[in-house]
């Protein structure tokens, strides 16, 4: 059965730092992408990054390219996300996700989910200005 649990959400100070971490079980991260979405009230899930199984391949939203970056630790089964230089327009709920593919489904340099991904609960995280 698969299952996602995010962890590492906090509240900090503008130009701060944080990790998420994604622990997965009942798939190998060798086998399926992962990818971090984030939700704030009242817009839509933002697909930020993914990581795919092909090479490795990373895709990264425009808002966070430069000051994310996603990494995945495959003996312990876990997907990080680094956060830095946080800004409080990164405040919201951060999710991930697995597709149950190879591959992440980007389409005109936007991360989108597919209809049966499997999601995490969400963690999070909030900058304060």
């Known amino acids: 059965q698969v299952h996602l649990v995010e962890s590492g959400g906090d509240l900090v100070e503008t130009g701060g730092s944080l990790r998420l971490s994604c622990e997965v079980s009942?798939?190998?991260?060798?086998?399926?992408?992962v990818g971090w979405f984030r939700q704030v009230p009242g817009k839509k899930r933002e697909g930020i990054a993914c990581?795919?199984?092909?090479?490795?391949?990373?895709f990264y939203a425009e808002s966070v390219k430069g000051r994310f970056t996603i990494s995945r630790d495959n003996a312990k089964d876990i997907v990080y996300l680094q956060l830095n230089n946080l800004r409080p327009d990164d405040t919201g709920v951060y999710y991930c996700?697995?597709?149950?593919?190879?591959?992440?489904?980007?389409?005109?340099?936007?991360?989108?989910?597919?209809?049966?991904?499997?999601w995490g609960e969400g963690t999070q995280v909030t900058v304060s200005s």
């Open positions: 996700e697995t597709p149950h593919t190879r591959g992440c489904t980007v389409v005109r340099n936007t991360l989108f989910h597919e209809a049966m991904s499997y």
């Open positions: 009942g798939f190998s991260l060798n086998d399926y992408a």
């Open positions: 990581l795919s199984t092909r090479f490795g391949t990373t």
